[in-house]
């Protein structure tokens, strides 16, 4: 199956793409990472040869990106803490205090979170973009659910 | 740990799938889309331009003018299939086209200075179309001459299709074509348009053309 036109391959994963790089690395960072995502994108599309999953290869791409983008931030002094915190003009996110929670979260679970819930995948999929069994997949939302029931939870109790 | 809790959780994190996020996604698409073309990773830039025959769908490569369509139905799929799936919306890579088209039919513009890139054709039907873009501005042919000009003089129906075929309407004149019998004939547009753009030729000549009288109906 050859891919489709790249213009109507980004119409349909722009908005899914942007989402899943909000809740991952905060509005921001989401900006730059989905133009990185995209021209990494449009660089290795004419070799693509499957274009059967383009929302998972699309999502790998992004989840690297996301990577480097929170890498980056470690190796600056600022805490990576305080990034969903700061509103773009543009979107307000939803109770940020979850969102602070789920930024703080290992890579894994953090991505695993935000492709389970945000993206909506199965964690079939949700393993094949992050590399890892469905098995791994579904035991790091495990983990990272309890880890933010533990920490947001306790957020809201101190909240009321 | 009870399980509405644990749903709430969840329902809080599905939320976030619900985001509106619209406006900045897009802002940032086309940011991409920038930058991909700044490093030479758009191999057909396309965008719609407006005009008195209705919206157009330009298509440039980096050389030059490939397609130019009335209908935009299937055509990116085609430039994705014949030239490069990296079909991309870039509205300043059309502004050039943008341009000469609007001159053209404002009646500032005789001829287009534009590339025309000929990778949609090929063979008999480039060599009709190439003669087809040398029919000057206000004039018009008919297949049957048309034919004796490739040497191929039997050959009109073959000229016919191969003009039908014609992926750069308007910059590529087939609307100059003309059958032998009057009227204005077939186009893939439509006759209305093909009038139109006859007319439009007529009208805006700058220096009328002088037809030399035949001295057998001189007065």
New interface residues.
Partial sequence: M???????F?EHH??P???FL??SVG?DA??DC??????AA??A??R?EDGSNLRAWVLTIAHRKAIDAHRGRARRPVPSAELPEQP?P??T???PG??KA?GELPPKQRAA??LR????LPFREVGRILDISDAAARQNVREG?AR??KE??DDEQRAV | MTNSELSDLEAALRRGAALDVDAPAGAAALSAVVAADRAGLVDVAVSTVDSPVGDLLVAVTPQGLVRLAFDPERVLDELAERISPRVVVAQGRLDPVRRELDEYFTGRRRAFDIAVDWSLTSGFRRRVLEATARIPTGQVTTYGALAEEVGKPTAARAVGNAVGSNPIAIVVPCHRVVPAAGGVGNYGGGPERKAFLLDLERSNETTPRRRPLEPGRRR
């Fill in positions: 050859s891919p489709p036109p790249f213009q109507t980004l722009r908005d793409v942007y989402r909000l809740f509005p989401a900006d989905l133009q990185e995502t995209f021209v449009l660089r599309y004419p693509l773009s543009a979107v996110v939803p109770d979850l969102w789920v979170i935000v819930f945000v993206s909506d659910l933010l029931r947001y939870a």
